[in-house]
């Protein structure tokens, strides 16, 4: 998997936000409650985004949380990067020294898909997930 599991739980509740926030803010409870994640663990996460500017948090009584930015212009690496890269690229095979100068079997193909993911995380943005066919959708 090349996402633990808080950014994962991150990006599910960003994709949350941005189908139910658009109107008025999303409650943590409604979040926690939908995709089955601990509450005061998604508490945490919800403020860590706001913190790195994905999430606007709206307290009061109708408060909660939607996105800064529409979902056109936030890209995967935004939302999980304050839980970390989206590739942490080490050794493939778990060799603690490998680089292109000493390189394991598997590093150069390896290499080729950390690149490929990298770009991926770094030019998908949540409204091209969201465009996904939402009989399909499982948030």
């Not at 993911?117 to 465009?131: H, M, P």
Request: proline share 4%.
């Amino acid at each position: 998997m090349f996402l633990n599991s808080t950014a994962q739980n991150a990006l599910r509740a960003v994709l949350y936000v941005a189908e139910h926030g658009v109107e008025v803010p999303v409650r943590v409870d409604d979040i926690a409650a939908a995709l089955a994640i601990p509450r005061n663990y998604l508490s945490k996460t919800m403020h860590t985004l706001t913190r790195a500017g994905v999430l606007r948090s709206v307290r009061g009584r109708h408060g909660g949380f939607q996105l800064i930015d529409a979902p056109e212009s936030i890209v995967l690496a935004r939302v999980v990067g304050p839980f970390q890269q989206a590739v942490e690229r080490g050794c493939l095979l778990g060799r603690a020294a490998c680089s292109d100068a000493h390189p394991c079997h598997a590093h150069h193909r390896w290499a080729q898909v950390a690149s490929d993911v990298e770009t991926f995380f770094g030019r998908t943005t949540i409204a091209d997930l969201l465009k996904r066919d939402p009989a399909a959708r499982t948030t």
